[in-house]
């Protein structure tokens, strides 16, 4: 089945402890990103890949590392966290198209608490 | 990226077709209409996605009008795992940011 997925989906940690979202998907899609979602902000875009070893800052970067050494993954790293990342982190991919057959898929979601 | 505006709220009664509004008075001529929902915080699930004729898929149908200045999503049988909130958003590509509005909130009542 084709889909993207993340892990952990919940996460509760403490401020200053690193972690890192994984993400990935099966698709053999060159564009993946990241975004958080939050209550009266929506979607916000954090960083952002057109393939493998290209990465980009989206609109939030600060507080947030990522990296794209291979096709499928893409992992977020919080170096050191605080609560104001506190959010639900949705990851996506989609075929490199500039002629928009294809649209981006979501991964299900990782709700992030920093205590 | 065009601008989009759709009604807060909406109901529907369960069976019945659920017809979603959707205006984007400033879009281009090489952006499409997409239309995602979202279930209570999970991952956006894709719908559909059209630029200028009719698309119908087996979730949903969108309508398109002639001068591409509003469209109208249109699930044909509305049941209760249709309650989500449903974004209309405009892109000239499949890798654009993806920006959601406030979106609408629909309601099936059983």
């Known amino acids: 089945e084709a889909q993207v997925t993340q892990n952990p989906r919940y996460l509760i940690t403490v401020t200053g402890k690193k972690l890192t979202v994984t993400c990935s998907q099966n698709?053999?899609?060159?564009?993946m990103s990241w975004y958080r979602q939050d209550p009266g902000l929506g979607l916000r875009q954090i960083y952002y890949?057109?393939?493998?070893?290209?990465?980009d800052k989206g609109d939030v970067p600060e507080g947030y590392k990522v990296s794209r050494k291979e096709k499928r993954n893409f992992p977020l790293i919080l170096e050191s966290p605080s609560p104001n990342q506190t959010s639900l982190y949705f990851c996506?991919?989609?075929?490199?198209?500039?002629?928009?057959?294809?649209?981006?898929?979501f991964g299900p979601g990782t709700r992030l608490l920093v205590l | 990226d065009a601008k989009t505006t759709q009604p807060t709220s909406m109901d529907c009664a369960e069976g019945r077709a659920a017809n979603l509004p959707c205006n984007h008075s400033?879009?281009?001529?090489?952006?499409?209409v997409y239309w995602y929902r979202q279930i209570h915080s999970q991952g956006p699930q894709y719908i559909i996605h059209?630029?200028?004729n009719n698309e119908t898929n087996e979730m949903a149908s969108l309508i398109i009008t002639e001068d591409r200045k509003s469209s109208t999503l249109i699930l044909p049988h509305a049941t209760l795992r249709d309650t989500a909130v449903y974004y209309c958003?405009?892109?000239?590509?499949?890798?654009?940011?993806?920006?959601f509005g406030p979106g609408t909130s629909l309601s099936v009542i059983p």
């Open positions: 996506a991919s989609s075929l490199w198209d500039r002629g928009s057959k294809e649209t981006q898929y």
């Open positions: 698709m053999n899609h060159e564009y």
């Open positions: 890949s057109m393939n493998v070893e290209v990465t």
């Open positions: 400033t879009i281009s001529g090489n952006e499409y």
């Open positions: 059209g630029l200028k």
């Open positions: 958003i405009a892109l000239k590509t499949s890798y654009d940011k993806v920006i």
